[in-house]
């Protein structure tokens, strides 16, 4: 495949969840996350695919965790991108409130000067990776860095990200959300509905039945109103991540885009989660997500 080129180079983590394709396609550099399975260290999407994960998941004699990459993993990419033409770079993480990796893109930067623009998308998954893919559209039109940038904020100040968390043993071992530890014994046996705002993970929602929590994920994406794209995501859940998106359809613009998210996100989610990532319908933005086009899954 083709890889798209400009003058503006546009750079993510692994966290986006971006298909392959859309962002080889679209020229979009992925420096991929670290995931520690039983001491061992794993490159994301790597040597330890997402189904042998989620398999060996419940068994794993500690629990998996993640690392953000080396600062040297970042002074690469930027270093690589300009060598191969590239005027300046703009640099697009997971939200700094729940990784380090958007501050190790900033001391990685520092090096380059101006020529290297970090971005915090206080998102994670699709939620970055719509920002992501906008900015690479805006790039490949060959905008100014001014614009690019716009591109990307014009998709953040529109998505909305919810999840169903099936196991929050997961999501407790984490510690990426403080309020869960105190209320963990309240919240046995239940499903729960969070979602992602201002860079933070917040309570919406507990649901006693895995089917009604996920009609009840349904309700609050058919509540968004129109949408310009819309991601369904899942752990090792594609059967009902499928049913969602069937259902779901008619309230986007272009065919759902359906995405096993990367292990280092179901290392803290755990097994058969599944989320919705949404971009609000904008007259004015001219389609600023990714590129539409048939369904894809991975």
Not at 9 to 32: C, H, N
Not at 66 to 75: G, I, K, L, N
Not at 221 to 227: D, I, S
Request: glycine share 8%.
């Amino acid at each position: 495949m083709s890889v798209a080129s400009s003058t503006t180079a546009v750079v993510t983590d692994s966290t986006a969840d971006l298909p392959a394709p859309i962002a080889a396609a679209s020229g979009i550099r992925v420096i991929p996350v670290i995931l520690v399975v039983d001491g061992s260290n794993y490159v994301d999407d790597g040597a330890l695919s997402r189904a042998a994960f989620y398999e060996r998941l419940p068994t794993m004699r500690r629990p998996a965790t993640t690392a953000s990459p080396p600062v040297e993993a970042f002074s690469s990419i930027y270093r690589l991108a300009l060598d191969a033409g590239a005027r300046r770079v703009v640099s697009i993480h997971v939200s700094g409130r729940l990784s380090g990796i958007v501050d190790i893109a900033r001391h990685a930067a520092q090096a380059f000067a101006d020529r290297v623009q970090v971005v915090d998308s206080g998102q994670v998954s699709l939620g970055l990776g719509f920002q992501v893919a906008a900015a690479a559209r805006a790039a490949t039109e060959e905008k100014p860095v001014t614009e690019i940038l716009a591109a990307a904020e014009g998709v953040r100040r529109r998505v909305r990200t919810i999840a169903m968390i099936d196991d929050l043993e997961y999501l407790r071992r984490s510690g990426r959300v403080d309020w869960l530890r105190s209320s963990l014994s309240a919240l046995l046996r239940i499903r729960l509905l969070v979602e992602l705002a201002d860079g933070v993970v917040r309570r919406l929602a507990q649901v006693r039945t895995r089917a009604r929590a996920i009609e009840a994920l349904a309700e609050r994406a058919r509540g968004w109103g129109r949408l310009e794209r819309l991601g369904v995501l899942h752990s090792s859940a594609m059967e009902d991540a499928a049913a969602l998106a069937s259902s779901l359809a008619p309230i986007a613009t272009d065919d759902p885009l359906v995405v096993d998210v990367t292990t280092v996100i179901g290392a803290h989610v755990g097994p058969r989660a599944l989320g919705l990532v949404g971009v609000l319908a904008d007259s004015k933005s001219g389609g600023d997500a990714a590129p539409s086009g048939r369904k894809m899954r991975r």
